[in-house]
T-cell receptor, first 112, second 112 residues
């Protein structure tokens, strides 16, 4: 089954404790993105990747890092999480930037 | 700055009561307008892509249309299972591979 998977689905952590949210897709997509979704603000892009070892900033990259060492995986790293990073995070992938994106199920992160 | 505005924020319909959701945008160089459906606790699911003014696409009870300034998602004789948040997003020709700018969504509730 074609899908995008994210782990963990739920995470509660404390300020400053490094964490990684994993994302994996099995559709051989070149393009992958991370978004955060906050009430009233919609989905905002954090980082994207056009292919292996090619990443770039989206609209709200501050406080986040990403890597793309393999085509299927695109982890999101929070080196020192802060409460304003409490949000619902989605990973997405597509063949090309202008194609429809397939979204993962989401990761609900709470930073205390 | 590219802007995408969806209205209304929330809409309650009786089963069978047709209506339309609006997505207005102020962007230059539109490369595509996307409609997604999002169920509670899940990632957005792709519905349609529209590329040029005058284009229309249909899927079951949904029909999406596009003008130079806005897009409509028409829902004909909705059923309770159509209840969801509907998101629109635009991609512009900015020379960047950044993907989509999303609206905040319309939360649709269809009552039996």
């Amino acid at each position: 089954e074609a899908q995008v998977t994210q782990n963990p689905r739920y995470l509660i952590t404390v300020t400053g404790k490094k964490l990684t949210v994993t994302c994996s897709q099995n559709m051989n997509h070149e393009y992958m993105s991370w978004y955060r979704q906050d009430p009233g603000l919609g989905l905002r892009q954090i980082y994207y990747s056009m292919n292996v070892e090619v990443t770039d900033k989206g609209d709200v990259p501050e406080g986040y890092k990403v890597s793309r060492k393999e085509k299927r995986n695109f982890p999101l790293i929070l080196e020192s999480p802060s409460p304003n990073q409490t949000s619902l995070y989605f990973c997405a992938s597509s063949h090309r930037p202008n194609n429809e994106q397939f979204f993962g199920p989401g990761t609900r992160l709470t930073v205390l | 700055e590219d802007q995408v505005t969806q209205s209304p924020e929330a809409l309650r319909l009786q089963e069978g009561e047709s209506s339309s959701l609006n997505c207005s945008y102020t962007v230059s160089g539109l490369r595509g307008l996307f409609w997604y459906r999002q169920d509670p606790g899940k990632g957005p699911e792709f519905l349609f892509t529209l590329y040029s003014a005058g284009e229309e696409k249909e899927k079951e009870r949904l029909k999406a249309t596009l003008t130079k300034k806005e897009s409509f998602l028409h829902i004909t004789a909705p059923k309770p299972e159509d209840s969801a948040t509907y998101l629109c997003a635009v991609r512009v020709d900015s020379g960047s591979a950044r993907q989509l700018t999303f609206g905040s969504g319309t939360q649709l509730t269809v009552l039996p």
